[in-house]
Structures are given as C-alpha cells and as structure tokens.
C-alpha cells in the first residue's frame, strides 16, 4: 500500500479492525450509563451519530424495525460494523478532501494537509505534509486534486 493517507480515509476492507470494535465497546458502555446492558433505541441513534455521522440515513432510521426497542452488545456491535461497511469509501476520500481544502479551491497544499493533521493529533512537519502531497500528486508538486488522492489511496505499490 501507500506509504501516506489522508486522515480518516481508509479504504474498507471486508470487515472492522479491532481497533474500531473496541471504539463501538466505549460508545455502547457511554450511552448505557443505565446499567442494564442495553441501549433503547434513541440510545443507539445517538451513539451511531457520534460514531459516523455520515451513516446512511436509510439504516439509522430502520434501526428499531431491525433490532426492536432495544439493543444489547452484540446487536450494536453487528450494526456498527454493517454500517461502516456499507459506507462508500469513495464518499469517505471526498468528505476528508472537502475538510482539508478549507479554501474550496478543488486541491489541497502541504500547508492544508499539516493543519488538518495536526487537529487529529498528528504533528507532521511541513516537509513530511510537502512529501505526502508530492507522493499523491500527479500533476502539480506543491498541490493534489481530489481525482489524484483518490486514485492515490485506491491504489498499491504492486499496480
């Protein structure tokens, strides 16, 4: 794969990492605070907008025809998991671009890229931020466009 990525714009495998699971674990125990081990089903609507609030509209709203009035632990851990699925990683590389090109001028500087970086707490310096753009870039040095990164992230090494 490629040495960079933009923040957050991983490209889905077939399933969730360990990582991402045990993120669903801490939002569950969060917003059951009632001990009962359960969520109601506003609980889960609340936690899955803290989680992605870019979830499809389509399977938060069919939440309760799913799963009933309330949830337990392995029934939201299986909707988390289908929802980050079914996310578009496509979708996903364009909301992360939209964040980083704060200008909206359609590409994304080294300067860009750092700051946004920086408020995920990462701390890259201004050289490592210039080399992660020149990697992705295809036809400007100090600039990457959208269709750039993502045919950058989509792709590997061995292409």
């Given at each position: 794969?490629?040495?960079?990525?933009?923040?957050?714009?991983?490209?889905?495998?077939?399933?969730?990492?360990?990582?991402?699971?045990?993120?669903?674990?801490?939002?569950?125990?969060?917003?059951?605070?009632?001990?009962?081990?359960?969520?109601?089903?506003?609980?889960?609507?609340?936690?899955?907008?803290?989680?992605?609030?870019?979830?499809?509209s389509?399977m938060?709203?069919?939440?309760?025809?799913?799963?009933?009035?309330?949830?337990?632990?392995?029934?939201?851990?299986?909707?988390?998991?289908?929802?980050?699925?079914?996310?578009?990683?496509?979708?996903?590389?364009?909301?992360?671009?939209?964040?980083?090109?704060?200008?909206?001028?359609?590409s994304?500087?080294?300067?860009?890229?750092?700051?946004?970086?920086?408020?995920?707490?990462?701390?890259?310096?201004?050289?490592?931020?210039?080399?992660?753009?020149?990697?992705?870039?295809?036809?400007?040095?100090?600039?990457?466009?959208?269709?750039?990164?993502?045919?950058?992230?989509?792709?590997?090494?061995?292409?």
């Amino acid at each position: 794969m490629n040495s960079y990525c933009a923040p957050h714009a991983t490209i889905r495998a077939s399933q969730v990492t360990v990582e991402e699971k045990q993120m669903f674990k801490e939002i569950f125990d969060a917003f059951a605070g009632n001990q009962s081990g359960n969520l109601t089903c506003a609980q889960a609507k609340e936690a899955v907008q803290a989680v992605v609030p870019y979830a499809p509209s389509y399977m938060v709203s069919r939440l309760e025809s799913d799963y009933g009035l309330s949830l337990m632990w392995p029934d939201f851990e299986q909707f988390m998991t289908r929802v980050l699925l079914e996310i578009n990683p496509l979708d996903e590389i364009r909301r992360v671009f939209e964040v980083i090109d704060s200008d909206r001028t359609g590409s994304i500087n080294a300067q860009q890229l750092q700051k946004v970086m920086e408020a995920t707490g990462e701390h890259p310096s201004l050289s490592e931020a210039e080399a992660m753009i020149q990697e992705a870039a295809n036809t400007h040095s100090d600039k990457v466009t959208l269709n750039e990164l993502i045919t950058f992230l989509t792709s590997s090494d061995e292409d």
